[in-house]
């Protein structure tokens, strides 16, 4: 089946340390997204890649850092310099390059990141 | 700035009536508004999109309208079940200007609870 992998489930950083979050489609998209959602807020937005060796900032990137060096992955890195980042992380995909043509987003199942 | 209101945080009812959901948006008119379902510790799964020039648009037990004068989408779910219980969150695209980075622009969503 397709879909998005992500992992891991949980994910606990200690003081000063950079974490990856890893995130894996078979869907053949070009776009991939990574979003970060706090109790009773709506996604925000860290970064985006609408093709390969090419990304950029969402509205909250400061403190974390992505690459793309395969359709299939986009990882995320969750760098010290990120002082709260206590939340659950969903990365996604979707067929939508250029002009926005609505259509949907193909999300995975999240990684909880809590500090130690 | 564009702004999504999604009508309070929790809505019970009981098994079989029909659950009303509002997405409220200012500042713009959207091409299109998309709906998410979302279940704990999983990500928003795409339920149905209605674009401007669409009034209504359905899908099993599930209804969405958009009414740009309004700016407001309704989302029903008929003969509703427990298992229909889950958050679901509207999404639509940012206003030109608003933000070069987001895509989308999810709301915070609603808790969704179906009493047997």
């Known amino acids: 089946d397709g879909g998005i992998t992500q992992s891991p489930k949980y994910l606990f950083r200690k003081e000063g340390q950079n974490v990856t979050l890893s995130c894996e489609q078979n869907?053949?998209?070009?776009?991939m997204y990574w979003y970060r959602q706090d109790p009773g807020q709506g996604l925000r937005l860290i970064y985006y890649s609408q093709i390969v060796n090419d990304f950029q900032k969402g509205d909250i990137a400061e403190g974390y850092s992505v690459s793309r060096e395969k359709k299939e992955s986009f990882p995320l890195t969750v760098t010290s310099a990120q002082k709260n980042p206590t939340a659950f992380y969903l990365c996604?995909?979707?067929?939508?390059?250029?002009?926005?043509?609505?259509?949907?987003?193909?999300f995975g199942d999240g990684t909880r990141l809590s500090i130690l | 700035s564009q702004k999504i209101e999604q009508n309070s945080e929790a809505l019970n009812i009981q098994e079989g009536k029909t659950a009303t959901l509002t997405c409220n948006y200012t500042n713009y008119s959207p091409a299109y508004l998309q709906w998410y379902r979302q279940d704990p510790g999983r990500g928003p799964v795409f339920l149905l999109l209605i674009r401007e020039n669409e009034k209504e648009k359905r899908k099993e037990r599930l209804k969405v309208t958009f009414d740009t004068t309004l700016k407001q989408s309704l989302f029903h779910i008929t003969a509703s079940q427990p298992a229909d219980s889950a958050t679901y969150l509207c999404?639509?695209?940012?206003?030109?200007?608003?933000?070069?980075?987001?895509?989308?622009?999810f709301g915070s969503g609603t808790r969704l609870s179906i009493r047997p």
């Open positions: 999404a639509l695209p940012p206003p030109p200007g608003y933000s070069n980075a987001s895509k989308i622009i």
């Open positions: 869907l053949n998209h070009d776009a």
């Open positions: 996604a995909s979707s067929a939508e390059t250029g002009p926005t043509l609505g259509r949907p987003q193909h």
